[in-house]
């Protein structure tokens, strides 16, 4: 039942910016941390961005501190992830997940730990 859809993703040069969106359905969405996950080819999926139930404290890994922003519009049960500057290693299919949390738990960098994912989208990045 519980349903996540990301958009936004395509072809584009390095530098320029995207926003990929992620419309949730079937489930509380303002009972559920968020997080943002992105896998190469022939390589593990990793953490990009999460964000708490509330959307206070999120957090970015290294590589895209800086350059991504997630947040979240609890009323449209949608999770963003704005990406500016991008460059040639940010290509990966993008997955948005979900977690359901309580308050004091923001969210969780481990992809283990989400019962919930969507298909991806695909985000190239030319040199």
């Known amino acids: 039942q519980v349903q996540l859809v990301e958009s936004g993703g395509g072809l584009v040069q390095a530098g320029v910016s995207l926003r990929l969106s992620c419309a949730a359905s079937?489930?509380?969405?303002?009972?559920?941390?968020m997080g943002w996950f992105r896998q190469a080819p022939g390589k593990e999926r990793e953490f990009v961005a999460g964000?708490?139930?509330?959307?206070?404290?999120?957090g970015y890994a290294e590589s895209v501190s800086g350059r991504f922003a997630i947040s979240r519009d609890n009323d449209k049960k949608t999770v963003y992830l704005q990406m500016n500057n991008l460059k040639p290693e940010d290509t990966a299919v993008y997955y948005c997940?979900?977690?359901?949390?309580?308050?004091?738990?923001?969210?969780?960098?481990?992809?283990?730990?989400?019962?919930?994912w969507g298909q991806g989208t695909q985000v190239t990045v030319s040199s």
């Open positions: 964000i708490s139930r509330g959307g206070g404290t999120p």
């Open positions: 997940a979900a977690k359901r949390t309580i308050l004091s738990v923001p969210y969780s960098r481990d992809a283990s730990e989400y019962p919930y």
């Open positions: 079937g489930l509380t969405f303002s009972y559920y941390a």
